[in-house]
């Protein structure tokens, strides 16, 4: 099997069926669960990583079904561990959890969940003493690359607003197991105006945003195999995360070809090749969303999942595009040419000093070595809020 374009990112399944029975039959929520067992038994295949919390299981009172989801996916995590190609990168799920979780895991999951926390699979993320599930939530969104919501309802709308500000997709499932007007069901109905889709997620192929939400549409729907199979084509259709470059492109200065060379053999390589991203570059040659470039710029800036900022020739503009992604968090890398005479406060924050003078794949591995040493560093200013 080619590998999937699924390869390595994270999948954030969320959402919780309704306590009335009136908005969540026995069978849509039995529907629903081999949905999302299938769903993830594929996906581990594929090679996709997970975002899990880690919390108690609530039951519903009218016939005992979990409300939530999660333990369901731990569960076929295990269950299916066989099955995840040997390369797959990064661990295969990690664990949100706060400061109560572990008292709250369900009794039948104890022994699974204690050898699962003990492996190299399963990265654990405490939201130390949160309380408030808002803050669990930005620490999934943090670490998600794709939202899923299923059911659900003021959570589920928190998160799809995060995923989709950040412009990380979210595909919704309406497997009606919640009232109409809310979580997935509502996030659902507002993708399907046409303009509203491509605000949700974008596609690559002949099928667009709009015309993949039609043909993922299982209110009605009961054949699991059918669905799981167009909810994957679906995502593997997804155009992949983005990686923005601020770098020299007056091809006028004297760096120019050296910062050319670096970029495309080193960096477009790493992050297209080896990490998934798609490389961005705003230098007025490509087709453009905005009337202006410099929306252009900030615009696929602000969405954009990483950032890549040489500043080799210390220009003002690409110290403005590194202060905004510093400011917004972003994860950023920052390279220059090794012997570049730079400000105070950049030579302070880890950087990668490039030459050309060794192979690519040499430059490529330091490359990576360095992503790897600096992608979880936190942001410059980590700011408590005062009620906790």
Known sequence: MARSPLFGRRIH??????????????????????????????????????????????????????????????????????????????????????????????????????????????????????????????????????????????????????????????????IPIRPQTTGAQRVYDFGLGRNNTKRLFQTSGQIDAHGWLNRVSFATHSDVKVMIEDFIDLLEALDPPKAFAVRLLDCANEHFKAVDDFFEAVVKPVVEGRLGYKLLVVDGKQSVDQSRIDSEIFAKLHHCQLVIADITGSRPNCFIELGYALGRGLPTIVTAMKGEKLPFDITTYAGYHWSNDTTAADRQKEFLDHWTSVEVRPPLVNVEPFIT
């Open 13 to 174: 399944i969320t959402g919780r069926i309704s306590e009335e029975i009136e908005y969540s039959s026995g069978a849509n929520v039995q529907l629903a669960r081999t949905f999302i067992a299938g769903l993830v038994k594929e996906l581990v295949k594929r090679g996709a990583n997970f975002v899990v919390p880690v919390d108690n299981e609530p039951t519903r009172k009218v016939d005992g079904s979990p409300i939530c989801f999660d333990w369901l996916i731990w569960e076929t995590l295990d269950r299916n561990l066989i099955l995840r190609p040997s390369d797959a990168p990064g661990v295969m799920a990690v664990a949100v959890q706060h400061h109560k979780s572990e008292a709250q895991v369900p009794e039948q999951y104890r022994e699974m969940w204690d050898r699962l926390r003990r492996s190299d699979k399963v990265k654990i993320d405490n939201a130390s003493f949160w309380n408030m599930a808002s803050k669990r939530m930005e620490a999934q969104a943090h670490w998600g690359d794709i939202l899923i919501p299923i059911g659900g309802d003021e959570g589920v709308l928190f998160l799809t607003n995060i995923y989709a500000g950040n412009g990380k997709p979210v595909i919704p499932v309406n």
